[in-house]
């Protein structure tokens, strides 16, 4: 039962933040899967592998919630998310593959670093739209930098909120079209990488009943169950929040998550 209540209360929490920042929720998931994994005796050496790859698969849900919710109200750019998709499935698969076979914790200390000088700047900067001075790449470009978004974000288990909402807002979109279309943007994400887990974990030993590779179904489900219906209220906050705030608290949750990726 004590699991059963955390894992609600989990998928309530990332609803919110999926909605509300276009992040799918990963941020909350991955560290709090980690330390009721680690407390209920689940995975064992593969703990952290099995926290990113239950987060992923249950971002498939929480985000495909967010971008119906964004895009009801205008708030998804589709003629950016289609040139991002292809480089962010092949960035989503290649950090799944890379997960299974390298320690994470070098690569999260320095995507940390990067997540606090994000958050920093989104602090201390005014809201107002980025200039034309720093147009958007090309398609090829788009295909590119989808595929780092892709790759980071998968390693860490994140739909790819935190890089691709700061780089659509400095390439002058407005806040919550970036926050829209980045939720549109984890879906790919989530759905490569726990494609990408599920294969690199399979067959390991020491892994729990229930599930596939390094996705643990009994976990995603009950999380969507709290996570799906909620995380349209996140999205009406989106659209109903001034753009200031909204940008200040995204800058906020960015130097959290940065201190959890540096100190977990």
Known sequence: MIELIAYLAIGALSGVLAGLFGVGGGAVMVPALMLLFGALGIGGDWMAHLAVGTSLATIIGTGAASTLAHHRRGGVRWDL??????????????GAALAGWIPGLWLQRIFA??????????????TTAVSASHPLPGHAGLVTVGGGIGMLSSLVGIGGGTL?????????????????TSAACGLPIAL????G???TGWGRPG???FSTGFVYWPAVLTMLIASMPIAPLGARLAHALPVTLLKRLFGV???????????F
């Open 81 to 94: 998310v289609w040139p991002l998709a292809p480089g962010i499935v092949i960035g989503a698969l290649a």
């Open 113 to 126: 670093v990067f997540l606090a000088s994000v958050g920093v700047r989104l602090l201390m900067t005014s």
């Open 164 to 180: 691709t909402v700061p780089f659509l807002s400095r390439h002058g979109l407005e806040m919550r079209q970036a926050v829209g």
């Open 192 to 195: 490569a990488g726990a494609l």
């Open 197 to 199: 887990f599920v294969l």
């Open 207 to 209: 892994l729990p009943a």
């Open 253 to 263: 949750l960015l130097l959290l998550i940065a201190m959890r990726l540096a100190f």
